[in-house]
C-alpha cells in the first residue's frame, strides 16, 4: 500500500494502473472522466436529492457494474466504490447565500462541470489542475488561501483537518452541491488473470471493504466536524441548500447535451430520486 500520492498525482497512479504496473487504485472519479465520458455525471451538481438516494444509486451492484465496465477499453475497471461525503464550500468569509460567491475565488477539482458549477453559482473557478498554466494541488491550497491568492475551496470536512484547511478558512457552509465517490479501480489484465473463483473472492472481499469504509467515513468526518469546530474554531453553517441549487440547475440540460454517455444512467438516477421522494 502506497499512501499519500507517493507514487504520483491520482491521474498518474491511474496510468500505472493501466499498464499493470500497480494493481489497484483508489481514485475519485473526476480523475476517471479522462477515460470515461459516462464518470463526468458525479460532477454534475445536485445529482443526487439526498444521501439515501445517493447510496441506494451505488449499492445497487447490478446496475453500477454496467458504470464500471465502461472503462474496458482503457485497460481497467472499478471494482467498488467508498462514500467521500458531501463536497461543500468553505473559506476566509462566511458562504450562506449565493450571493455570498460574488466574486470569489474558489478552488475545484479538475472538472470542467465542477468550473461550470462555480461560475453559475456566481464565483470564479481556479481548478486544481486544468488546462494551462500551474496546477494548483491540495497541498498548494493551505498557501493559497493562507495568502489571499485564492478565497475557499470546496469538499468535504477531512479537507479541514486532514489538510489543515480549518486553520486558515474559518467558515465551512453545507450547501451539498456533490457526492462524488472514490472508486477502487483495478488493472484489467489481472482480474481477467484470476479463476472464476478467486474473482469472486475479489468482488466479495470489495464489497465488504465499502462496508466497512462506510462506517469509518461517517466516524471520520464526525471526528473531524469535532476537531475543526473545538480545536480550530472552524463554524459551520447551515445554508437554504435550494437557494444554492437553482443557481446551477441549469447545467443539468447542458451536460446532458454534450455528452450522450451520461443519459441512461441520469435517468435511472432521476427514478431513484423519485422513488424515495415518494417513499415507496
Same mark, same amino acid.
Given at each position: 500500500?502506497? /499512501? ?24 475519485? &472519479? ?12 458525479? =460532477? ?13 444509486? @451505488? ?11 465502461? &472503462? ?7 471494482? &467498488?466504490?467508498?462514500?467521500a461525503? &458531501?463536497? +461543500?464550500?468553505?473559506?476566509? =468569509? /462566511?458562504?450562506?447565500t /449565493? ?10 477539482? *479538475? =472538472?470542467?462541470?465542477? %468550473?461550470? @458549477?462555480?461560475t ?6 481556479a ?9 494548483m ?8 488561501i493562507q *495568502? ?11 479537507a479541514?483537518t +486532514? +489538510?489543515k484547511?480549518?486553520? %486558515?478558512?474559518?467558515y465551512?457552509?453545507y +450547501?451539498?452541491? *456533490?457526492?462524488?465517490?472514490d472508486m ?14 478467486d ?9 465488504? =471493504? ?21 480545536? @480550530? ?32 444512467f ?15
Open positions: 500500500i502506497f /499512501p499519500n500520492e507517493i507514487l504520483g498525482s491520482a491521474q498518474k497512479a491511474i496510468e500505472l494502473t493501466q499498464t499493470g504496473a500497480i494493481d489497484f487504485v483508489v481514485a475519485g &472519479t473526476a480523475n476517471l472522466e479522462t477515460f470515461a465520458d459516462v464518470y463526468e455525471i458525479f =460532477s454534475m451538481p445536485y445529482l443526487f436529492d439526498s444521501e439515501e438516494v445517493y447510496k441506494a444509486v @451505488m449499492q445497487d451492484t447490478d446496475y453500477m457494474e454496467r458504470i464500471y465496465e465502461s &472503462t474496458d477499453e482503457a485497460g481497467f475497471r472499478v471494482v &467498488t466504490w467508498y462514500n461525503g &458531501t463536497r +461543500n464550500f468553505y473559506g476566509k =468569509s /462566511p458562504i450562506k /449565493p450571493e455570498d460567491l460574488k466574486g470569489k475565488k474558489i478552488r475545484v477539482q *479538475q =472538472s470542467p462541470a465542477s %468550473v461550470a @458549477m462555480v453559475a453559482s456566481g464565483a470564479a473557478a481548478p486544481m489542475s486544468f488546462g494551462e498554466g500551474a496546477p494541488g491540495f497541498g498548494e491550497v493551505y498557501t493559497a *495568502q489571499g491568492v485564492i478565497d475557499g475551496a470546496e469538499n468535504n470536512e477531512l479541514l +486532514n +489538510n484547511h480549518g486553520e %486558515v478558512a474559518k465551512y457552509s +450547501n451539498k452541491h *456533490q457526492m462524488v465517490p477502487l479501480v483495478a488493472n484489467l489484465k489481472f482480474l481477467n488473470s484470476l479463476s472464476d473463483e474473482y469472486q473472492i475479489f468482488k466479495e472481499a470489495a464489497a465488504l =471493504s465499502t462496508e466497512v469504509e462506510l462506517e469509518e467515513w461517517e466516524k471520520s468526518a464526525e471526528e473531524a466536524k469535532r476537531i475543526a469546530a473545538e480545536d @480550530m474554531g472552524v463554524e459551520f453553517i447551515d445554508v437554504d441548500v435550494d437557494a444554492f441549487k437553482q443557481k446551477v440547475l441549469p447545467l443539468h440540460d447542458t451536460m446532458l447535451q454534450e455528452n450522450e454517455k451520461i443519459r441512461d441520469y435517468d435511472h438516477i432521476q427514478e431513484v430520486n423519485q422513488k424515495v421522494k415518494g417513499g415507496e
